[in-house]
Each structure stands twice: as C-alpha cells, then as structure tokens.
C-alpha cells in the first residue's frame, strides 16, 4: 500500500500566502503613517516659530506694565524704542521692585529686557540681568497714553513724568516663515495717570 504524503510536507497553501502578505502590507502601511506623522510633527517643532515666541515675550512686558508702580521721585521714562520703569516683582525668586527697561535693538532686531534689584541699583547699576523678550522684530514702537482733567487725550510718543501712562500701546513687525506681520497691543496702567494734572 503506497504511503500518503501530509500536507505538511508540501508547503503553504494559495489564501494562507495571501492572508500572509495582506498583514504584512497592513502592517507596512500603518508604519509607515505614523512614521511620515512623527516627521511632521518633528519638522514643525524644528521650525522658528517668531510669533509663539513674540506673545510668550509679551506675557512678561504685560506683567510688568500692569505691575508697574511709582517710586518716590523716580520717573517712567519712555521713547518710541525704549522705556524703563518700576515694577512690582511677581517672581518668586526676586521680592520687592525692580527697575525694569525695555529696549529695541535694531541690529540684533530683538527686544531686551533688563531689570535691577534695589541692592543693584545701590551699587551702579552693575550686575543687572538682560533677557532677549522677542526675536525677529523688524521694528518696534511704544506710545504712552495721556488724558487730563480737561477730557484731552493722545497718544504721546515720548514719556518723562513722575507719574504714569494710563495705557502703552507697542506695535511689532515680525518676520515669520519669510512673511512680515504685524502686531499692536495696548496694555493698561491700573496704577497709571496723573490725577494732579490740571
């Protein structure tokens, strides 16, 4: 009697081969979408994103301004590029006021930050900390907000009073992804005004 061969011995079948490449191609497929995904995700972390940097800077320039106080007879003084004055710290590292000046460096094209503590101040000024707020600024202008009891009110370019603002207004151009954009904020004194103004 002649010996039957099993099918074991003779490979797979015609839908088992095909079931076999249908997973593989699945498999393939959904790897290779979650890895074109994770390119573009990582492609637009590694992108230069100016305006998410611009309004993380601003966050510190509002909180300074809304905590901005007077301070015996020292005076807010402020220009289209710059402004310095004082402010209530919030960090929890530096306690007290702080004077604080905003500056707008055209060759770098950043807008610098730079505060003192009252023991700097004591001693020059030296040792004061700089920050980089905002990269890529094409320009940057400030303007001070004035009113007085007579209902006048402007916008001034130029700021050098004992007293506050009541608003500052600062306008931006950006370059972002080889655009120029614009951003204007108007950021307000709670503390600001010169109630003493006739």
């Known amino acids: 009697m002649p010996k039957r061969e099993s099918c074991a011995q003779h490979g797979f079948t015609l ?31 590694a ?12 966050e510190k320039l509002i909180d300074d301004v809304r905590n901005a106080t007077k301070y015996g007879t020292a005076k807010f003084k402020g220009s289209t590029d710059s402004m310095q004055f004082y402010t209530q710290s919030t960090s929890v590292s530096v306690i ?19 505060q003192r ?22 320009s940057c202008l400030f303007s001070y ?16 009073d004992p007293c506050l603002p009541e608003a500052i207004k600062v306008a931006v151009d950006y370059l972002d992804h080889k655009r120029v ?6 950021i307000l004194v709670p503390a600001g005004g010169c109630g003493n103004l006739t």
């Open 96 to 114: 007290g006021i702080l004077q604080v000046q905003y500056g707008y460096d055209r060759q770098k094209q950043a807008l610098k930050r730079t």
């Open 145 to 160: 907000y004035y009113s007085d009891r007579k209902n006048a009110h402007e916008w001034k370019n130029s700021w050098d």
């Open 47 to 58: 992108q230069d994103h100016a305006q998410t940097d611009l309004y993380i800077g601003f």
């Open 15 to 45: 839908p088992e081969i095909i079931l076999v490449t249908l997973l593989i191609a699945l498999l393939g497929s959904a790897i290779y979408h979650v890895f074109a995904q994770g390119l573009k995700l990582w492609n637009w972390g």
């Open 117 to 138: 503590t009252y023991r700097q101040l004591l001693n020059g000024g030296r040792d004061s900390s700089e920050d980089i707020v905002a990269n890529h600024l094409l």
């Open 181 to 186: 954009k614009n951003i204007v904020r108007t």
